[in-house]
């Protein structure tokens, strides 16, 4: 695949709202600094970067972020030149999207490069502009045999391991991006709004961890202005900004967004919330959510506001990007003998099913923000993910799982590969009946990765209800190791477009390649 010409990395020059305190050692936008000619002359500017999101053949979705009022003018082109460009006008950013915005477009060509540029001019004066911030991104190919590559991980800023300017930040961020991937799949986590970034953290051997801090990392984040601040800080990293404008994202959440292990209808027993109703802190997340990722339908124009969605990659693939979280049952010891609701709601399983019959993808990935054969507990007694650590028949939430498993089986539906992230570590299961309770399904493969930036754990039990085989673990013998103690993971997906063959190779940090797995097209169970 051709290289990218890489986005210069942005100064400090940018005056932007909210209390932050940053290290000189990391280019972040500046804050609290007297404000330089450029801004104090009223041109907004867009120093947290910009981002592409659910890219198909023909279509994407730009966002931005600007520092006051502005209007968003985006240009595309097929060459870094921008001679011959289109433009597209954008929404008017203002404060009550947080200042940022998405412009979609439309009648791209299939699997070219894209240039593009974002403009923010003042309002009231169109000729008062900002400097333009640039990025390129591919579009999915039209063509079988142009192939696909992508990423995937999860798990940003946890446990208390922010951005280190002393080890230069998020760095797995530019290793990614050098891999010149497709696109790169967030399987949730991009946040911990439940989790404090202290100034400095004492690691067992004596080292000290030091955080870039912000006052909506000093707590728990509550108000809307705080789930804000936590979205907008992962964004104060250069890595990640270069990363976000060079490699479009498709983006989904799990738990931390909102708070550990949420479910829909939980009142809060925790001392550190004064707002004890877990549904208005979702609608909070779910509005900052939307203002600062490029989500095709969340966008508030659609008029759908879900998280679920198909994002169809070319002819190779469809990936389906799964919400375990909105409309799942409460964790509970998962024994129940009848339970429509479930995980995924059962109109959300009904969705998935009749997606997947209309996919003619080659390869339809499962993106799911948890993973199906790992017990994940909720204290003592509950559950939080699928398995709930019986090895029988299917009880509670697998029993939504054996219908969907069930329903692919019979209708026949080929190349379905589960990708999930959440439990800190990474692995490769492989489910099959003939070691299974429950035998009515076809043999499937799950992939773990992650986390991007966070502490990694040690590897969860496995539940034999659908036969899974671990074919393949790393993962740490103690809980929350830093990012300074152990490299990052992170998993690539390879389709070869000659011969359609599906290639998993699950990274860590720095290059190693910790296994890696080739399943073939048309083929059931591999």
């Known amino acids: 695949m051709p290289n990218r010409p890489l ?34 002359s009223g041109r907004p500017r867009a120093a947290w970067g910009v981002q592409v999101g659910d890219v198909t053949a023909s279509s994407a979705l ?34 009550g999207s947080d200042f940022t915005g ?29 400097r333009p911030v640039h990025g390129t991104f591919r579009t999915a190919p039209a063509r079988r045999r142009d192939g696909v590559r992508f990423l995937w991980s999860g798990d940003i800023a946890g446990q208390g391991w922010g951005i280190n300017p002393d080890i230069g930040g998020y760095t797995v961020y530019e290793e990614m991006r050098r891999l010149d991937p497709d696109f790169f799949l967030c399987s949730g986590d991009n946040i911990y709004a ?19 801090t912000t006052e909506e990392k000093s707590k728990v984040a509550e108000t809307l202005a705080e789930y804000r601040g936590n979205f907008r800080y992962n964004l104060l990293d250069t890595n990640l900004r270069r990363f976000n404008a060079q490699v479009p994202s498709i983006v989904q959440w799990d738990d931390h967004e909102v708070r ?53 990659h070319g002819p190779l693939l469809d990936v389906f990007v799964l919400d375990i979280r909105s409309f799942r049952n409460a964790n509970s010891p998962g024994r129940q003998p009848d339970d429509a609701t479930g995980i995924l709601g059962a109109g959300q399983l009904r969705w998935l099913e009749q997606e997947l019959s209309r996919s003619r993808a080659v390869w339809k990935v499962i993106a799911a923000d948890m993973p199906l054969g790992l017990v994940v507990t909720d204290g003592a007694t509950d559950f939080e993910a699928v398995a709930q650590g019986d090895p029988g028949q299917p009880l509670g939430r697998e029993l939504q799982i054996a219908e969907l498993l069930r329903y692919i ?33 076809a043999p499937f493969w799950e992939f773990v990765s992650g986390p991007l930036a966070a502490g990694q754990f040690p590897a969860n039990a496995l539940d034999a209800t659908f036969g899974p085989d671990r074919v393949f673990v790393r993962a740490p013998d103690r809980a929350n190791v830093s990012p300074m103690e152990s490299p990052q993971l992170f998993g690539e997906v390879d389709i070869d477009g000659d011969s359609g063959e599906l290639t998993v190779r699950l990274r860590a940090q720095g290059g190693s390649v910790l296994f890696s797995k080739v399943l073939r097209p048309g083929l059931v169970g591999q």
Do not use: C
């Open 7 to 40: 986005v210069p990395s942005l100064d400090r020059r940018g005056v932007l709202r909210g209390s932050l305190a940053v290290s000189a050692a990391l280019s972040l936008p500046a804050v609290g600094a007297a404000a330089p000619a450029f801004a104090l």
């Open 62 to 95: 730009v966002w931005v972020r600007s520092d006051r009022p502005a209007r968003m003018i985006v240009e595309t082109s097929a060459t870094e030149s921008f001679r011959r460009s289109r433009t597209w006008h954008g929404p008017l950013l203002g404060a």
């Open 102 to 130: 998405t412009t979609p477009l439309y009648g791209l060509p299939a699997g070219e490069q894209v240039h593009y540029r974002v403009t923010l001019a003042d309002p009231a004066d169109p000729r008062r502009t900002g």
């Open 194 to 212: 439940d989790g404090v970034i202290e100034p400095s953290v004492t690691l067992p051997d004596g080292r000290v961890w030091r955080n870039v």
């Open 260 to 312: 550990n292990n949420w479910y829909p209808g939980q009142i809060l027993d925790d001392s550190r919330y004064t707002e004890k109703n877990i549904d208005v802190l979702a609608a909070r997340s779910t509005r900052a959510f939307r203002e600062y990722f490029p989500v095709s339908t969340l966008r508030a124009a659609s008029g759908e506001g879900r998280m679920h969605r198909v994002v169809r």
């Open 409 to 441: 089986k019979h209708r026949r539906i080929t190349g379905t590969v589960w990708l999930t992230a959440d439990v800190h570590y990474t692995s490769a299961q492989h489910y099959v009946p003939e070691r299974a309770a429950f035998k009515d399904f």
